[in-house]
């Protein structure tokens, strides 16, 4: 008798475990259409929540709750096996984030008449200063990104190192993210373009302004993309793509362009760990602001819909506020 109600157990346990996880799907769906449609979240911030709000939902499963129904110490449960797991500080503080988010839309939605993350504190966390290249450094790169452009190399070889300087040329006039860098359509390199239009996070579009060196170096890469055309293709529509993929359709990827810089920073004589796209992008924020651009102008050049997430940079303006009493102020220590 005992063997055969054990099975007829562990089926109905499983059943309801599977219940209980599509219902928590379901509701993930539903907050992440929110997301997209009232706050214009990105692929890339959708992909961050479902993940996390799907290894959340697992760990409900393990003890028999769901979304619907969790309880406040299940969460600070969830957040201690986190930690048990290994997870950084700043991990477990997203993951909260992610929890805090689904609990109040759930509540909004009435189907929960409470929020059981309301109390929840996350772990205490000092926010990082972002790793910032020096002027001489990204100097450094530039001039040997254009030495590889001038060697004596094949033209396929010469095509690459062209694409590589216009890649860094243009991600450091204007401190793009990457994955705006790489998804630039080809009317950005008009040689009459002053501006360009990018599309940003959530759909969102905002003007950034080209420089000198930027706009040349885009001409001579696309002048040797196109000599390097077969004949019979001459004629044929070019690619919707300024950075086209050499290989499969579709643009560069991210990945592919951070190797990239990584082994021009080798090159270079530094160090690969230092050097990422997103470091260059912080390298732009920071030597606009050390040269005294206003921080609301580089919250805009940046894309950032919030001006507290630019001010993580106020750490170059203070230091160069101090720089300047110590240098001009009459009564300074020469």
């Not at 009317?187 to 080209?210: F, Q, Y």
């Amino acid at each position: 008798m005992v063997s055969r109600m054990g099975p007829r157990n562990t089926s109905k346990t499983t059943s309801k475990t599977t219940s209980k996880t599509n219902s928590d799907q379901k509701l993930t769906n539903l907050f992440l259409d929110m997301l997209a449609a009232e706050q214009g979240a990105g692929d890339n911030t959708l992909d961050a929540y479902r993940r996390d709000l799907t290894d959340f939902s697992e760990f409900l499963g393990r003890t028999g709750q769901s979304f619907a129904g969790a309880e406040t110490q299940t969460l600070r449960d969830y957040l201690a096996d986190l930690d048990t797991r290994g997870f950084k500080s700043s991990s477990v503080a997203r993951r909260l984030s992610a929890m805090r988010h689904l609990f109040r839309f759930l509540l909004n939605e009435r189907i929960r008449s409470d929020d059981p993350a309301a109390i929840l504190s996350g772990p205490k966390r000092g926010r990082s200063l972002p790793k910032v290249l020096s002027i001489a450094d990204v100097d450094r790169m530039l001039t040997r990104s254009k030495e590889l452009t001038e060697t004596d190399a094949s033209p396929q070889q010469r095509l690459r190192a062209l694409r590589l300087h216009c890649l860094l040329e243009v991600l450091y006039a204007t401190g793009l993210r990457v994955s705006e860098l790489v998804a630039l359509p080809l009317s950005a390199a008009r040689r009459d373009a002053r501006m360009i239009v990018v599309r940003g996070k959530g759909n969102k579009e905002r003007l950034v302004p080209l420089n000198e060196a930027s706009r040349q170096a885009m001409a001579d890469y696309l002048a040797a993309m196109e000599a390097l055309k077969p004949e019979k293709k001459k004629n044929a529509p070019a690619s919707k793509w300024l950075f086209p993929s050499f290989g499969e359709s579709g643009h560069l990827t991210r990945q592919h362009f951070a190797r990239d810089l990584k082994e021009l920073a080798s090159a270079s004589g530094l160090a690969p760990r230092l050097v990422s796209p997103h470091v260059l992008r912080h390298a732009f924020a920071s030597h606009l602001l050390h040269n005294g651009a206003d921080l609301r102008i580089v919250q805009t050049l940046l894309g950032h819909t919030d001006i507290s997430t630019t001010q993580i940079y106020t750490h170059v303006v203070e230091e160069r506020l101090k720089s300047l009493v110590r240098d001009l102020h009459p009564l300074a220590e020469k």
